[in-house]
Nanobody, 126 residues
Framework: VQLQAFGGGLVQAGGSLRLSCTAS????????VAWFRQTAGKERECVAA????????DYSDSVKDRFTISRDHDKNTVYLQMNGLKPEDTAVYYC????????????????????WGQGTQVTVSS
């Protein structure tokens, strides 16, 4: 499964961006999907994850109540709506996925991600 993330850009603090992650194959519909971010010198952080069905979602504490992950199976796309952006949200954002059976939960800390897309830069100015 080849993933492609796009939608990054430069935005002022308090602004919004929506990232999109698309996949090359219908296998994507059998995958849980997550968004990660990474800045130089810091560990990669999983900020949001959505289950294969789309009904289970998990967020890191750093983005909870500001970011929303969702998926559209018809479009083979997973979105990350980012509101209330802060300068500390500046990072390269990646999407990742792994095939899974239907499960009622998903975790930003417990999954093993198999497929990765290239990153998209998000820069938040103060």
């Amino acid at each position: 499964v080849q993933l492609q993330a796009f939608g990054g850009g430069l935005v002022q603090a308090g602004g919004s961006l929506r990232l999109s992650c698309t996949a090359s194959r219908r296998t994507f519909s059998r995958c849980a999907v997550a968004w990660f971010r990474q800045t130089a010198g810091k560990e990669r952080e999983c900020v949001a994850a959505v289950s294969r069905s789309g009904r289970a979602i998990d967020y890191s504490d750093s983005v909870k109540d500001r970011f929303t992950i969702s998926r559209d199976h018809d479009k083979n796309t997973v979105y990350l709506q980012m509101n209330g952006l802060k300068p500390e949200d500046t990072a390269v954002y990646y999407c990742a996925a792994h095939e899974t059976i239907l499960l009622p939960t998903v975790s930003v800390t417990q999954e093993r991600w198999t497929y990765w897309g290239q990153g998209t830069q998000v820069t938040v100015s103060s």
